[in-house]
């Protein structure tokens, strides 16, 4: 692979740099986040005009049709912005679309996906929290030609505004990814309280809710597959912007350190502030490392995917908090007050950093993984 992008991909992510700066300010993030939804009709469509809302599926369903390493170049810049949309939600939902349905769902859904007509989120955890799909026991109950859902999904993204939720529940012959549209009788939708009011979580209750068995999507020959390898293609998404929060954090606090003066010099002249900026450098330029390799072996479907994902995101999770840490340091008081953008990307790192399983989640996949290849 190449250690840095190529000068299409430099000029897709310089191009929505410019579009974030210009669309996304810090002054919309807060009237997002206060706002009940947290959701832009008007910069959710900008994203789809631009494209991005399609950019990995293919051209035969309205897609870009190109591949993960550019999204991920997107994706960090939308990290930057700290931007408040359910993108990922969206990507993810997609990925499985992709995989899992048939060529009438595919049609169906990637097409309006990829116009930004459709947003999209996936209901896979419940009370245990636990991002094993195999952990699912919700139960789709087979009665005549429908399929009856009773029970409760936690930690729902984007709930409130997806137009589509997919249940991953548990069938006679294993598990099964259910599309529920928005507004379908049965289905209830719970504020639940979360620190980033940026990307907000839902309760999604199914009370006797009945789904046509025929539009279950279980065409892939493993929907268990399909939905590991969904869920690596949004972690690596996740990762890219965790790693645009990390390097706003470290340019904004290197800024601030040559600006903010005590004893009559600029504090970045201290090295222990330096020490603070150094570190954050080196956290911040290892995960670019992990994520961008993550998402070229995932694009070129290589054997060591899951493998590669794991390490961004067990190694990002914890560098976008600790690099959140050092920032709020080299700010001082100034640092964790509501005036001050940092604790946006602090608390959009926190989130991240247990969104699709934190680090521990993530080492003990790679131990597991090592350890099958090895017997």
Not at 177 to 197: H, K, S, V, Y
Not at 236 to 261: D, F
């Amino acid at each position: 692979m190449d250690f840095d992008l190529s000068k299409p991909q430099k000029m897709l992510q310089e191009s929505a740099r410019a579009f974030f700066a210009r669309e996304c300010s810090p002054e919309r993030v807060r009237s997002l986040l206060a706002s009940e939804s947290g959701y832009d009709e008007q910069l959710w469509r900008g994203l789809a005009d631009q494209g991005w809302t399609g950019l990995i599926i293919p051209e035969e369903y309205g897609g870009l049709g190109l591949g993960l390493v550019e999204l991920a170049a997107v994706a960090e810049e939308m990290g930057r912005a700290c931007l408040p949309s359910p993108f990922v939600s969206t990507v993810w939902a997609a990925a499985l679309i992709a995989r899992a349905g048939n060529e009438g769902q595919r049609n169906q859904y990637l097409d309006a996906i990829s116009q930004g007509e459709l947003k999209a989120t996936v209901a896979l955890l419940e009370e245990s929290a636990d991002w094993n799909p195999d952990s699912v026991e919700l139960r789709a109950e087979l009665d005549g030609k429908n399929l009856r859902l009773n029970g409760r999904k936690e930690f729902v993204t984007d709930a409130e505004v997806a137009d589509l939720i997919l249940c991953v529940a548990r069938g006679a012959n294993g598990l099964l990814l259910i599309p529920i549209e928005r507004g379908a009788q049965g289905l209830e939708i719970i504020p639940m309280p979360t620190m980033d009011a940026t990307r907000k979580l839902y309760a999604v209750e199914f009370n006797d809710l009945a789904v046509p068995a025929v539009n279950a999507l279980d065409y892939a020959p493993s929907v268990r597959a399909a939905l590991d390898e969904a869920a690596d293609i949004a972690t690596v998404v996740l990762c890219a912007e965790m790693l645009g929060g990390m390097q706003w954090v470290l340019e904004t606090s290197v800024e601030y350190a040559k600006t903010r003066q005590q004893f009559g010099k600029p504090i970045g002249v201290y090295q222990a502030v330096q020490h603070q900026c150094a570190d954050m450098l080196l956290l911040a330029e290892s995960a670019r490392s992990a994520t961008y390799y993550a998402a070229w072996v995932v694009q070129e479907r290589l054997p060591q995917a899951s493998l590669a994902v794991s390490v961004a995101k067990a190694y990002s999770s914890d560098a976008a908090r600790e690099v959140g840490n050092r920032g709020v340091q080299v700010h001082g008081g100034i640092g964790f007050t509501w005036e001050h953008n940092m604790h946006l990307y602090y608390k959009r790192a926190k989130s991240s950093e247990v969104l699709f399983g934190d680090g521990n989640f993530h080492r003990e996949r790679i131990a597991s993984q090592v350890i099958d290849e090895t017997e």
